[in-house]
């Protein structure tokens, strides 16, 4: 699987959009990009992910660049809930074992 | 409900000592994995069974021993306890265990050696 770049850390105000950024340049066209976040204490979160195309649940949106090599997780309202590390995690599509290898992720820290 | 549940949450137990961590999960899932989140936090994956039958090892010692009942079931047995062993374990399950198939985690369970 492709290896992700994310900044260690990031703040957002409480309200605003949280956007979090994840470069993968060495992504290949059969790759996914996935998102997870890890709240203190408690198990990883699956929240959302995508190929080509931008996705949007309720949780968040994604934007994948045109090249591919980087995406956006938008928090569209960050609430104080929403502080935790937050995974860029890029795997095969298809074939192969289902693993996630995780990074170190982005700690983002959304304040009053 | 709870989807993957473990337990116990917290366990401490003397180096040495041969202990247990259960999982379950009521998603109808195939695959349940072992996931091992130590001190510096870095998340990796130790097993994974598919329909009870064992699909990733990831250079495990053998001191640890994951057992599937069925599939609903993945079992962690810890023999000969080390200090090093300390670490927040989660269990985790996806619909198949193909990549592509989203992955649901437990809450963890905190295992402290001492």
């Known amino acids: 699987d492709a290896k992700t770049t994310q900044p260690t850390s990031m703040d957002c105000a409480e309200g605003r959009a949280a956007n979090l950024p994840c470069n993968h340049s060495?992504?290949?066209?059969?790759?996914?990009v996935y998102w997870y976040r890890q709240i203190h204490s408690q198990g990883p979160q699956y929240i959302i992910h995508?190929?080509?195309n931008n996705e949007t649940n309720e949780m968040a949106s994604l934007i994948i660049t045109e090249d591919r090599k980087s995406s956006t997780l938008i928090l569209p309202h960050a609430t104080l809930r929403d502080t935790a590390v937050y995974y860029c995690?890029?795997?095969?599509?298809?074939?192969?074992?289902?693993?996630?290898?995780f990074g170190t992720g982005t700690q983002l820290k959304v304040e009053l | 409900d709870t989807a993957v549940s473990q337990t116990p949450k917290y366990l401490v137990t003397q180096m040495g000592n041969d202990k247990s961590i259960k999982c379950e999960q009521n998603?109808?899932?195939?695959?349940m994995y072992w996931y091992k989140q130590d001190s510096k936090k870095f998340l990796k994956i130790m097993f994974s069974?598919?329909?009870?039958?064992?699909?990733i090892n990831e250079t495990v010692p053998n001191r640890f021993s994951p057992k599937s009942p069925d599939k609903a079931h993945l079992n962690l047995h810890i023999n000969s306890l080390e200090l090093g062993d300390s670490a927040v374990y989660f269990c985790?399950?996806?619909?198949?265990?193909?990549?592509?198939?989203?992955?649901?985690f437990g809450e963890g369970s905190w295992l402290t050696v001492v």
């Open positions: 985790a399950s996806s619909q198949g265990w193909s990549s592509g198939n989203t992955i649901y």
């Open positions: 060495t992504i290949s066209g059969n790759e996914y």
């Open positions: 995508g190929l080509k």
């Open positions: 995690i890029v795997r095969v599509a298809t074939g192969g074992g289902n693993k996630l290898t």
């Open positions: 998603l109808g899932h195939d695959t």
């Open positions: 069974y598919n329909n009870k039958e064992l699909i």
